[in-house]
């Protein structure tokens, strides 16, 4: 379900916390896409004679096949795998890392009005290392958590209950944005008050429909009540 324009949906009076996935959430999923979609297929092309197409198809079906588990994430693996530097391959694209419209003045407005607020990604700390020199992410929030400390990704049950464990966040007045259906699925599942879906993670790219979940277009739709 989307949002009308003018329409909040969050009852921002009963949230005390805000947990923000980054990739596709706070941050254009356009730069990901881009490198595992374009750069990284035409690198492996190159390496090992393939035609791009013929390497995007490879690559594509070998992320699926991991899709969900931690190595799916993890730079290391990908590298290992793919048997060249992805961590260069990001920093060949790091001018395309940016905000999704909003998204920073978003997170500045709950600063001002004193909700703690925690990113909350599947990315791995090399990843995250990135984005954050580009952006200054730590300083904007009160916390970074991977799963990767966990050991366990954001769709998995466990991981929510480590999260309430080692963070005391009450999940009763909690609200979780994210782009990824089965994150979300398990957010809602383990008792997270409010679920949020971002309807264009990647701006170049049609919106993602995500059943179960209401879906916002701008972050300025969920400021409404933010004081």
């Known amino acids: ?14 949230i005390d916390t805000v947990l923000l996935d980054m990739d596709g959430t ?21 390496q090992n ?5 013929a390497a995007q198809d490879y690559l594509h079906s070998h992320m699926m096949n991991l899709l969900g588990t931690m190595d799916f994430y993890r ?7 793919a048997g060249m530097d992805v961590v260069e391959l990001h920093e060949q694209a790091a001018e395309l890392i940016c905000f999704l419209p909003g998204a920073d003045t978003f997170l500045a407005q709950l600063t001002r ?7 909350v990604t599947n990315a791995d700390r090399q990843s995250f290392a990135i984005k954050d020199r580009a952006l ?5 929030v009160d916390q970074v958590i991977s799963s990767h400390d966990y050991g366990v990704p954001k769709e998995n049950d466990t991981f929510w ?5 080692r963070t005391l966040l009450d999940p009763a007045r909690t609200l979780f944005i994210d782009d990824t259906q089965r994150v ?5 599942r383990f008792g997270i008050a409010k679920t949020l879906a971002v309807a264009y993670p990647d701006t170049q790219r049609p919106a993602r429909e995500t059943k179960g979940h209401q879906s916002f277009h701008h972050y300025d739709q969920l400021l409404p009540g933010l004081l």
């Open 49 to 53: 004679n393939l035609s791009v197409q």
């Open 26 to 46: 706070i941050l254009d999923l356009n730069y990901d896409n881009r490198i595992f979609g374009h750069l990284l297929p035409t690198a492996y092309a190159k």
């Open 161 to 165: 209950q480590i999260l309430v464990e």
């Open 1 to 14: 379900m989307n949002l009308k324009p003018n329409f909040s949906p969050v009852p921002w009076q009963s």
């Open 75 to 81: 730079l290391d693996y990908w590298r290992d795998f």
């Open 184 to 188: 979300l699925d398990a957010a809602k």
């Open 113 to 119: 009005c004193k909700k703690r607020v925690l990113i």
């Open 136 to 140: 200054s992410l730590t300083a904007r």
